[in-house]
């Protein structure tokens, strides 16, 4: 099993900046990508971004290119989102995920079915 915990979450202004934490414990050996979803009310689940554990490659949906960064303290088991020009429509709870598939970073991480483990999910608020 492996456990996630989200943090960092909170209110901000548009145009400005948060940076999550997924902080994984447990079989952390077993996961090869980690990825951050998003869910806004009465809204699917959405992937936002996601991070090969060894190759360091990075997937993004194209609404928050150029805006988010994701990125992994391996020494830590901590993956993180950047998140920078937030817009009230980035509203959402935010969730992380990992993945214990072998495949190369690609589109089949952008389903929410690749993941095998979710955090609770933290709430970002972006006020205009």
């Known amino acids: 099993q492996v456990q996630l915990v989200e943090s960092g979450g909170g209110v901000v202004q548009a145009g400005g900046s948060l940076r999550l934490s997924c902080a994984a414990s447990g079989r952390t050996f077993s996961t090869n990508v980690m990825g951050w979803f998003r869910q806004a009310p009465g809204q699917e689940r959405e992937f936002v971004a996601a991070?090969?554990?060894?190759?360091?490659?990075?997937n993004f949906v194209d609404a928050v290119k150029g805006r988010f960064t994701i990125s992994r303290d391996s020494a830590k088991n901590t993956v993180y989102l950047q998140m920078n020009g937030l817009k009230p429509e980035d509203t959402a709870v935010y969730y992380c995920?990992?993945?214990?598939?072998?495949?190369?970073?690609?589109?089949?991480?952008?389903?929410?079915?690749?993941?095998?483990?979710w955090g609770q999910g933290t709430q970002v608020t972006v006020s205009s």
């Open positions: 991070i090969g554990l060894r190759s360091g490659n990075t």
């Open positions: 995920a990992a993945s214990t598939s072998r495949l190369s970073l690609g589109s089949y991480f952008y389903s929410k079915n690749a993941y095998n483990y």
